[in-house]
C-alpha cells in the first residue's frame, strides 16, 4: 500500500499476504494493494467513503458553526476541544482501528476549535467574512483536487508521495519551531507574519491540497483491496484531519491579505 501523508494511514493492517496474480506488469506474486483482512462483511465502496466523510464534516461544520456564534460563549471549549483531538489523532495514527465514534468525536472538537479560532477573527471589524470565504476557498481546493484526481491529471507515484510526505514533515517541523520560539520572542521566528507569513501560508496551503490527492489514492486502494465497509470511518477521518488544515491556512492567509 502506497504511504499516505496522514501518519494514521501508514499504519493499516495488510494481513492477508499479497495476491498471486500479475499485477499492472509487475513480476508474478506481487501486488501492490494489500489484502483485506478476512472478515465475512460487506467490502467497502466509494459511496461508503463519500457518506461517511459527508457526514463527519457535517459534523465539522454544525460544531463550528454553533462556537462562532455563541458570542465567545463557548470558546473556553477550544483549548480542551483541541487536546481532545490531538488525543484521538495520536491514538488513531498508532491503533488504526476504524470507529465512527472516535471519527465524529475529533470531527465535532475539531469544529469546536475552528469555530472558536473563525469567530476571534470575525470580532475584528475588517475581518468580516473571512470565515465564509475560507470556508468557499477549502471546498473549491478539495473539488479541484478531486478533479485532478480523477482525471488523471496528477498521478499519485511513489516518489510524489515521497515529496510530499516530506513537504509535511517540514511544515510540520517548521510550525513546532516557530511555536516553541515564540514563548520566548514575540513573532517567534516571523514566518507567520508579513509577506514572509503569506509566502508561507501559499506554500502550506499547496502541501495541504495535495494531501487530499494522496487520502483519495489511500481511499481507493482500500475500496480494491477489499476492506470491510467500517473502514469508511477511517478514511473519512484522514480527509477531516488534511481539510482542517486546509481551512485552518487559508482562514489565517486571508487574515493576512486583509492586514497588508
Known amino acids: 500500500m502506497r504511504t499516505s501523508s496522514n501518519p494514521a494511514f501508514r499504519n493499516l ?6 495476491a498471486s496474480f500479475q499485477h499492472g506488469g509487475q513480476a508474478a506474486g506481487y501486488d501492490p494493494y494489500p489484502s483485506a483482512p478476512p472478515t465475512a462483511e460487506r ?12 457526514a463527519s464534516l457535517a459534523v465539522v461544520i454544525v460544531a463550528g458553526v454553533l462556537t462562532a456564534m455563541s458570542g465567545g460563549a463557548m470558546y473556553a471549549l477550544a483549548l ?7 488525543g484521538i489523532a495520536i491514538f488513531m495514527c498508532f491503533r488504526p482501528k476504524p470507529s ?3 471519527t465524529l468525536i475529533y470531527s465535532a472538537a475539531q469544529g469546536i476549535v475552528l469555530g472558536a479560532l473563525t469567530g476571534l477573527f470575525e470580532s475584528i471589524p475588517q475581518m468580516k467574512g473571512i470565515g465564509v470565504q475560507a ?9 479541484g483536487m478531486l478533479i485532478v484526481y480523477k482525471t488523471g491529471a496528477i498521478r499519485v507515484t511513489p516518489r510524489l508521495t515521497k515529496m510530499i510526505v516530506a513537504g509535511v514533515i517540514g511544515a510540520a517541523v517548521l510550525m513546532l519551531a516557530n511555536m516553541l520560539v515564540g514563548f520566548f520572542v514575540p513573532g517567534g521566528l516571523g514566518i ?4 514572509l507569513g503569506i509566502g508561507i501560508g501559499l506554500l502550506f496551503i499547496v502541501i495541504a491540497a495535495f494531501t487530499l490527492l494522496l487520502e483519495f489514492d489511500q ?3 482500500m475500496v480494491r483491496a477489499g476492506y470491510p465497509a467500517k473502514w469508511a470511518w477511517f478514511t473519512a477521518f484522514g480527509l477531516v484531519a488534511s481539510l482542517v488544515w486546509l481551512y485552518v491556512e487559508i ?8 492586514q497588508e
Do not use: H
Not at 482562514?251 to 486583509?258: A, D, K, Q, S, V
Open 13 to 18: 493492517p495488510s494481513s492477508g499476504g499479497y
Open 43 to 54: 467490502p467497502i465502496t466509494a459511496d461508503d467513503v463519500v457518506m461517511k466523510t459527508a
Open 80 to 86: 480542551p476541544a483541541a487536546l481532545v483531538g490531538i
Open 100 to 102: 465512527a465514534a472516535l
Open 135 to 143: 470556508l468557499i476557498g477549502t471546498a473549491a481546493v478539495f473539488l
Open 192 to 195: 507567520r507574519n508579513g509577506w
Open 219 to 221: 481511499a481507493d486502494e
Open 251 to 258: 482562514l489565517r492567509l486571508l487574515y493576512l491579505l486583509r
